[in-house]
């Protein structure tokens, strides 16, 4: 028998009240591929634009409080920029998320990070991860999200084991470092910009890490950080069960880490995700589980992508919710294949959107966060504001 419309209802409503996603200072920024950007009137150049764009989204979504924020890009004079920061907290009303440190675009990183041969770039790597924890502590900021570029392009011009020590001393040293509550998230990453090995290249290697550096780190994963062949649901389950997980970067890709945006090119494997995810938090596992999206916009309009990516996210987030776990649990345990999969994928057909949006407008929002951005006129109202910056990029992000 069919789920009743006031089951899902209620299902749908409990999903969503528990639902935040963070969104990261650089998907607002001009980005691009290493064969061009093309840039956006809408982009935003500073924290100050960012924070503003930030604060748009969760008028319009009501669920993306806080804004996750890379060292370089966001605090260029690191420490000393944390005032400013706090103050576009304040007006802006959204919390500085999860901090990224940036160990992958000065020039000495050439050869790696905390992974390099030299102890000195070593140690000037280190000095950037105390000061993203630091920067981290006086914002009462939770996350330390790390990825590193860190890795080689030819067979036998590194030594994998050695980097691999020196990785792990420097892991075990910022871990000491954390305050009672902060977390080192470790992302990993098969390859770019690395072609032949990265250093932290899949969970495996990144579950060791977490495991040694110390019980605040966790495993980070990237939706598109992934060979297309591998079951990411699967490492999900692991990393639940292994109570390593610490949370995600989504976005979505058809080859490699296109940062495309989430749902736009495979909706059924983050709701496979979102379900290991349901079915782990409600057994206690997961629970403060880090939600952030990943992408660079490079040929949508910023503020629309993010919007989007944002609603896909609750709906995607809401199919999962609708799968009766106990039915199919019964389903599993009597092998009954196309039982479990009509009652698994038969939640993924339904249409939740006449759900979100009776919950958005049960919490004061628009129906449509989309066409809300339309009608609002924020877009043509930035492009006009930033045409000052003319066509000159600033930076990557
Ligand atoms: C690396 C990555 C990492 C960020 C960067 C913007 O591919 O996923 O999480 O530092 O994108
Ligand atoms: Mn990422």
Same mark, same amino acid.
């Given at each position: ?9 209620d299902l ?17 920024a ?12 809408? &982009? ?5 634009? #960012? ?18 924020l ?35 675009q000065?020039?000495? $990183? ?23 924890? /630091?920067? +981290? ?12 570029? *860190? +890795? ?15 990785l ?18 470790? /992302?990993?990453k ?8 990265? *250093? ?71 709701f ?29 309009? #910023? ?6 990516? @944002? @609603?896909?996210?609750?709906?995607l987030?809401? #199919? ?5 776990? /106990?039915?199919? &649990? ?16 038969g ?9 979100? %949006? %009776?919950?958005? /407008? ?9 066409? &809300? ?15 000052? $910056?003319?066509s ?6």
């Amino acid at each position: 028998m069919a789920q009743s419309e006031s089951t899902q209802f209620d299902l749908a409503v409990r999903a969503l009240d528990g639902f935040q996603i963070e969104i990261p200072s650089w998907g607002f920024a001009n980005t691009g591929t290493r064969f061009g950007k093309f840039n956006q009137a809408q &982009a935003a150049h500073t924290i100050e634009e #960012k924070f503003a764009d930030a604060a748009q989204v969760n008028h319009l979504t009501g669920v993306t409080p806080s804004l996750a924020l890379h060292v370089l890009w966001d605090l260029p004079n690191g420490v000393k920029d944390v005032p400013e920061v706090k103050a576009l907290e304040k007006r802006f009303g959204i919390r500085a998320g999860a901090i990224n440190p940036n160990l992958f675009q000065d020039q000495q $990183y050439k050869f790696g990070s905390l992974c390099n041969p030299s102890a000195e770039i070593r140690r000037q790597a280190m000095d950037h991860m105390l000061d993203s924890i /630091e920067i +981290g502590k006086q914002l009462n900021s939770r996350d330390i999200s790390l990825w590193m570029a *860190d +890795g080689s392009n030819y067979p036998g011009s590194q030594s994998i084991r050695k980097r691999i020590a020196w990785l792990e001393e420097a892991l075990v040293a910022c871990h000491a470092k954390l305050s009672p509550a902060q977390r080192l998230l470790i /992302e990993y990453k098969p390859f770019e910009p690395a072609f032949y090995h990265t *250093d932290i290249a899949d969970w495996g290697m990144s579950s060791h890490l977490a495991r040694l550096a110390g019980p605040q780190a966790r495993v980070l994963v990237d939706t598109g950080h992934h060979y297309t062949a591998q079951n990411i649901e699967q490492i999900v389950a692991w990393l639940l069960h292994t109570g390593l997980l610490g949370g995600f970067h989504f976005n979505d890709r058809r080859y490699a880490d296109d940062d495309l945006t989430l749902g736009s090119i495979d909706p059924y494997q983050v709701f496979r995700i979102f379900f290991e995810l349901h079915s782990g938090i409600a057994e206690g596992l997961g629970n403060d589980l880090a939600f952030m999206v990943d992408q660079s916009h490079n040929l949508k309009g #910023k503020m629309e992508a993010m919007i989007q990516t @944002v @609603v896909t996210a609750q709906e995607l987030w809401v #199919k999962a919710a609708l799968v009766d776990r /106990e039915k199919l &649990a019964a389903f599993q345990q009597s092998c009954d294949i196309v039982g479990a999969e009509e009652l698994y994928r038969g939640a993924f057909w339904t249409d939740v959107r006449p759900l979100t %949006a %009776a919950w958005r /407008e049960s919490h004061g929002l628009q129906a449509d966060p989309l066409a &809300a951005l339309k009608a609002s006129g924020y877009v043509e109202s930035i492009s006009r504001e930033r045409a000052k $910056y003319g066509s000159g990029v600033t930076s990557y992000a």
